[in-house]
């Protein structure tokens, strides 16, 4: 067998030539893989000579199978040999290189190839420090308040109706056109009024209503709601109050910081609250930084990106989606639906994140390479060593649970730290 390669852009065509003797080679293989197929009077199944089946069925009965035992041995056989060729697509046998003659067979397989990236400039860049936000008292205050609603408590009051911003506690039954319905029934419920946590419409109407006191709400179930069956359809519950709770917020004083931090004063734990948003908004500028010097490094560097590579990305956030659907409950045909979309318009909502996604890999992974950026095995362990521990595993126990696919993971996550800290080193950020 010989072959010749060509490349155009990110499309690599490969020639294969072989002379009669190496196709018989294939041409009995595929005789012997496919030859049970075929029943003739006289023979038994399986045991019809080639001739005979050619005779019968037409004499290229089994190129077609032949030429792809060629394909799948030697285009293997080219790919071990170049090792630069990176495939990123399956490969395909163009119908109109085949050719046969007294020489013997010759085809051409084309297959999409990683793109030949020449890197632009990703060193000796200076990118605009950013400024962190200013902090203000208000938000100070903002973060106290989420602090008090953590830790409010409901008290139960007995001497009025429901308001706004209650807690009740109901008993309901619900039925649509006289007819109860699964799901519609509960006893012990407890709603605050004004969560919107129920049906559009029901949580207003439990306004005013008294403890024992029962009575028809009147709602209507929305147009896309997930079970079809009541979708659109008005509804009535009937519900009676069995309780009522206020919420009560703790005393903004030395005592609530006690409780609830390590202070024994409002003064300090607020001096605290004001110093940890500081670091945070100190971090969110030093990330935009990152930010902005890796998208900075990576636009620098064109791509004529194969398509393939964009839409191999999106099949994967596509598929990532599915499993978050799946913990809600839903799957993708639902979501479909629900939004009045298709796979296509999701693809599309992908798309600029997908050429991004795969943009930024591959100037990495250029980077990576001529910088000869390693994953040492001492960062490699100690890596899962920390995430062991985030787990409650010990490192030596959780490593041997791993495959070859989650080592990998964690070297990646190595190398791409290490990637960072080069960029950082090689960049000026002022």
Known sequence: MKYTSKRNNNTLTITFKMDMTEWATFDKKAYEQNKGKYSVPGFRKGHVP????????GKGLFFED??????N???GQFLDKNKKAQPVARPSIDDKSIKVDDNGVSFAIVVTVRPEIALGEYKGLTIAKTTPAEVTAEQVDAELAKVRERNARFVEVTDRAVADGDQVNLDYSGSVDGVAFEGGTAQGQTLVIGSHTFIEGFEEQLIGMNIGETKDINVTFPAEYHAENLAGKPAVFTCTINGISVKELPALDD?????VSEFDTLDEYKADIQKNLVAQAEKAAQDKDEDTLIQTVVENTTIDIPVEMIEEQIDQYIEDFK???MYQGLDIDSYYKYTNSTELDLRNNYRDRA?????????????VKAEKIKAPKKDVDKKIAEYAERIGKPADEFKATLGQGEIAYFENQVITEKLLAFLKSENTIA
Not at 50 to 57: A, D, F, G, I
Not at 255 to 259: H, P, S, V, W
Not at 355 to 367: C, G, M, P, Q
């Open 50 to 57: 080639k001739s005979v089946l050619e005779n019968r069925y």
């Open 66 to 71: 032949a030429l792809y035992l060629a394909a």
């Open 73 to 75: 041995e030697y285009y």
């Open 255 to 259: 005592d609530f910081a006690k409780d």
């Open 323 to 325: 499993y978050q659907l």
């Open 355 to 367: 050429t991004k996604a795969v943009h930024t890999r591959l100037v990495f992974e250029e980077i």
